[in-house]
Each structure stands twice: as C-alpha cells, then as structure tokens.
C-alpha cells in the first residue's frame, strides 16, 4: 500500500547513545517532515524537506540531524540520546508545503533511559 | 507568526450527539487541513480545506478564510470518533487539538 513507512515502531535507547529513525514514503512526494509528540501535547516541527539534497531547521532543531539524498528517504539521527528526547516521532510527507495530499506515518515510540 | 488556535480544548460526548470544533488562526492562510489521531495514536487526513465546504460522511469542514476561522463538523457521533482533532495551516504549524471523547 502507498503511503509512509516508518521503523522502528518501539525503540529503548540508553543516554548518549545515537540512532536513524527511519522513513520512506512511495508516493513521490517533494515535501517531507519529522515531528515530535510528547503526551498530550500536540506536533512540533524538528526538519523538513523540500526535495531530494534540501533539508532545513523546524521549531525543535537541536539534536537531531536529518538528510535527504533520495526522494523517497528521509531519515532522522540522534546524536546523543537523552531522557528529554523521549517522545513518539512521526514522520510525514506531502505534495506541497501547504500540506497537500498530507499523510502520516506511523509513528516511532522512543524511550531514553 | 501565524498563531493558530482550537475551541474547545476538550470535549465529552454522548454516543449520537452532534459536535462543533472551531480552528482560528491569526493571519490569512492559504492552506487548511484537519486530522484525527486516533486513541491508537495513528494520523488521519481528514480534509483538506483552504476554503468553502466538505463533507465526507457524518464529518464535514467549513473555512471561511476572510474571517480566519475553520469549523468541523461531527455529526451522530460514534465511539470510534474519539481521539484528538488538529487543524494545519501549513507545513509544521498545526493548532493545540480537541480531544474528544464518545461514550456509549
């Protein structure tokens, strides 16, 4: 089925250690996004893409590193876990910046111990 | 920035009843969608409505962007429709949410 793939669903990291987040999608879409969600909170923005080799900052940059070298991959790194980037992490991706066709993966339930 | 905010922040309902969840934002956008994040977590596009009027089912969306607000519209609400309801107005920039809770 069309849409966006994210791995792992569940990942247990220890302080300081380092990760990819991993998020493909299938639809040739030029935008993509990652976001964070912490309980009852709503989305914030961590990077974006507005195509293959662009990448920039959202509202919550630090500590992560994102890439873009294919139209279809976007994968997210943490450089050197801690407790306050434990979150569940979505990744998303759509036609347009103005969220067209938006759409949703699954998302990535991480825990920093 | 554009501040975007959502009314009511919570919301309980009866199995049935008919609810209004109100999207305002602070400047002229372009773009507007609504989405439900399940109980299981899970993103839905609901719609995608920079102006006018949708209806898909028992849901429906109004925009009204010369006046800076979005409305959604539940009717006969079912239990499956709990969750947590947010407005976009572009990449990024999503409202505070409405949780909402159907009972039986």
């Known amino acids: 089925n069309a849409g966006v793939t994210q791995t792992p669903k569940f990942q247990v990291l220890k302080t300081g250690q380092s990760m990819t987040l991993q998020c493909a999608q299938d639809?040739?879409?030029?935008?993509m996004s990652w976001y964070r969600q912490d309980p009852g909170m709503g989305l914030r923005l961590i990077h974006y893409s507005v195509g293959a080799g662009i990448t920039d900052q959202g509202e919550v940059p630090n500590g992560y590193n994102v890439s873009r070298s294919t139209t279809e991959d976007f994968p997210l790194r943490l450089l050197s876990a801690a407790p306050s980037q434990t979150s569940v992490y979505f990744c998303a991706s759509s036609y347009s910046a103005g969220g067209i066709g938006y759409t949703f993966g699954s998302g990535t339930r991480l825990t920093v111990v | 920035g554009i501040q975007v905010e959502q009314s009511p922040p919570d919301l309980i309902l009866q199995e049935g009843a008919n609810s209004t969840l109100r999207c305002n934002f602070s400047d002229s956008v372009n773009n507007l969608q609504w989405f439900h994040q399940n109980p299981w977590g899970q993103l839905i596009n609901l719609f995608y409505?920079?102006?006018g009027t949708k209806q898909n089912g028992r849901l429906s969306a109004t925009t009204v962007a010369t006046e800076r607000y979005s409305l959604l519209y539940i009717s006969s609400s079912q239990t499956t429709d709990s969750g947590v309801y947010f407005c976009?107005?572009?990449?990024?920039?999503f409202g505070t949410g409405t949780r909402l809770q159907v009972f039986p």
């Open positions: 409505i920079p102006s």
């Open positions: 639809m040739n879409h030029e935008y």
């Open positions: 976009a107005v572009r990449l990024g920039l």
